[in-house]
């Protein structure tokens, strides 16, 4: 027999184990299991592919969930703007974008024209210290 729980929790728990024979002699041995979260959270970026310039303003919020803590709040930690040239050059437009951020919200005021990408940096941190890091982005096209 054992005194284990059904379910164990995230850290260390100490366990008795408890053996009897046929004589009723019994003998225990204590031992620790160690359960560890090693899963980083999910995040997600919750914005379409495409947007057209007349969308500007327009916020997407970003979400995280944690297999064992559940929701998360994320955090966009960066931005980028910048048009790719049918040749393969990229053309920075940070100058041309007007795009904020604050915890889990990028705002985009200025969507820089048509062929601009934008893209944005979205973290989330688990109470593990798991963390997981995902790019979100979208394209400007014609309306």
């Not at 297999?67 to 980028?80: A, M, Q």
């Amino acid at each position: 027999g054992n005194d284990a729980p059904s379910l164990f929790p995230l850290g260390s728990t100490e366990v008795t184990l408890t053996d009897v024979d046929d004589d009723g002699n019994t003998s225990s041995d204590v031992k620790n299991v160690l359960v560890e979260d090693t899963t980083p959270p999910a995040v997600f970026c919750n914005s379409p592919a495409t947007i057209t310039p007349p969308d500007a303003t327009i916020s997407f919020t970003a979400t995280a969930e944690d297999v064992c803590e559940g929701p998360l709040t994320p955090v966009i930690v960066d931005y980028g703007c910048f048009k790719v040239t049918n040749k393969g050059k990229i053309i920075d437009k940070t100058e041309s974008c007007i795009v904020s951020f604050a915890g889990e919200t990028v705002t985009i005021a200025d969507s820089g024209g048509v062929g601009t990408r934008i893209t944005w940096t979205t973290e989330a941190t688990d109470g593990s210290g798991n963390v997981t890091s995902v790019e979100c982005a979208v394209d400007v096209v014609r309306p």
